[in-house]
């Protein structure tokens, strides 16, 4: 009776050591999105300014009265339409990135071959790991009190989800299996 307390004992001890010691890591990974970044800049000034060289006209055509498979440049409309073209404004919008740090979109203007205004929107995307330890090996203990007034002290091991316990009574000892869901 003396050698199932010392087993006991001795299984329980082992099985606290060893749970200390044997501990796996999970790490769970989230993508948290913060908080919108938005401006928009009206007063843009460039800091290099080329001369390109020739001025780029948008030509317009007419047919000549002579020879009527022939076009010829019309002057006036010509410089008519790279004005009207030059007074156009032009607007872009773009997605630059969306990817797993963020996403950064423009909206911009053009006009008399300057940049009128730019609109940018920056979401930034933070990445969250969470790292829980859980046992592999897990001692435990156990007390009860059966139904005929007769004590029981025990203990044993978990594996992961499979137990083994040993309990010993004053009349008997009691081996088991355990699974835990």
């Not at 999105?33 to 290099?48: M, Y």
């Not at 440049?73 to 156009?88: F, I, P």
């Not at 156990?142 to 137990?163: E, I, K, R």
Request: charged share 25%; with cysteine; proline share 2%.
């Amino acid at each position: 009776m003396k050698r199932y307390i010392i087993l006991s004992m001795v299984c329980l001890l082992a099985g606290f050591l060893a749970g200390r010691q044997t501990i796996k890591h999970k790490e769970i990974t989230r993508y948290i999105q913060g908080e919108t970044i938005r401006d928009t800049i009206t007063c843009l000034i460039p800091d290099t300014v080329y001369l390109a060289g020739e001025l780029k006209y948008k030509y317009v055509y007419k047919t000549d009265t002579i020879f009527k498979d022939i076009p010829v440049v019309d002057r006036d409309a010509t410089l008519a339409e790279t004005v009207k073209d030059w007074n156009l404004t032009r607007s872009y919008k773009k997605t630059l990135f969306d990817n797993e740090h963020g996403k950064l979109s423009i909206d911009l203007s053009m006009q008399y071959n300057e940049l009128q205004k730019l609109f940018y929107s920056f979401t930034p995307v933070y990445q969250k790991i969470t790292s829980t330890r859980g046992k592999i090996f897990e001692p435990f203990i156990s007390a009860s009190l059966l139904s005929d007034n007769v004590f029981s002290v025990g203990g044993g091991f978990f594996y992961h989800d499979f137990g083994f316990r040993i309990e010993y009574s004053s009349n008997s000892l009691n081996l088991g299996i355990i699974y835990k869901f």
